[in-house]
């Protein structure tokens, strides 16, 4: 089986320049729905979901080559090989705004330019670099998923979703983060919490948009402002809205920050 077929690859849109719409943390490709679409007349859409979610082959994931975003990356490169695609944007939510940057440290012939919505080169604390959470914190937040993931995901969907005005969002997520294989999910939470891609984040050379909310559980102002000061070709753009997944929530906002960044290469 092929790596397109494994990870459940969908490509639509009108358009010549290949962009790809990666998801993040127990979701799927169709948490893209409300935003992917409006790029289909000018750009070739690719969607797909990482080795153990959504549509993806499970019966694929290998715990050892999944236990470190690189396997993850390591597809996105596989697949982009197999489309025989160049010049490539991507975009990557949360995780996978990590999970791009390691593809495109590694294959800026591949890649052109990344945005990453809501990214985090790490969530601990360490030093001067206020990452959100203390290490204790994090392995805190594990230890309850590893004994009741089902419990953990009602908790924690909402609060990460973040826009209790729209509870049907907080549901939805929820509804993903319980399908998810349990034991997929409590391996993909560690490489996603535990990781430090600080250094990688600083060897990226294409133009990356930063898209951030102003009000996010998950990555403080200082990660901005980390990520800021660090990248060598990095915008950043804050929305005002809340939460974690603006994709979701905010699709118009999203939707406009990415065309503004990305529409002049529909002509490229």
């Known amino acids: 089986m092929t790596i397109t077929k494994q990870c459940a690859v969908n490509i639509t849109g009108s358009g010549t320049k290949p962009i790809v719409f990666l998801h993040g943390y127990g979701c799927d490709s169709s948490m893209w729905s409300k935003v992917s679409p ?19 082959a499970i019966e694929h994931y290998c715990p050892d080559r999944y236990g470190s975003l690189n396997g993850y990356a390591d597809d996105l490169i596989a697949i982009l090989e197999e489309l025989r695609l160049q ?12 999970i791009i940057g390691l593809a495109a440290k590694r294959r800026p012939d591949l890649i052109a330019r990344l945005a990453m919505v809501c990214p ?17 914190d994090l392995h805190g937040l594990l230890d309850i998923l590893d004994v009741n993931y089902l419990g953990w995901a009602r908790d924690m969907a909402p609060q990460i979703m973040g826009v209790p005005a729209q509870p049907a969002l907080g549901d939805a997520l929820t509804e993903s983060f319980c399908r998810t294989h349990p034991d997929i999910a409590k391996t993909f939470a560690r490489v996603t919490f535990l990781y430090d891609h600080r250094e990688d984040v600083k060897a990226i050379t294409q133009p990356t948009l930063m898209l951030q909310c102003q009000d996010d559980v998950l990555v403080p102002p200082s990660v901005w402002t980390w990520l800021t000061d660090n990248m060598q070709n990095a915008e950043l753009v804050v929305l005002d809205c809340t939460g974690h997944c603006p994709h979701m929530s905010y699709p118009k906002e999203t939707t406009q920050a990415l065309m503004d960044f ?5 002509a490229a």
């Open 120 to 136: 985090s080169p790490s969530y601990r604390n360490d030093g001067d670099y206020a990452g959100g959470f203390d290490l204790a």
């Open 262 to 266: 990305l529409r002049p290469q529909a």
């Open 87 to 98: 010049d490539v944007i991507v975009v990557g939510h949360s995780v996978s705004a990590m």
């Open 38 to 56: 409006a790029f289909e007349a000018d750009f070739q859409v690719i969607t797909y979901d990482l080795m153990g979610y959504g549509k993806s």
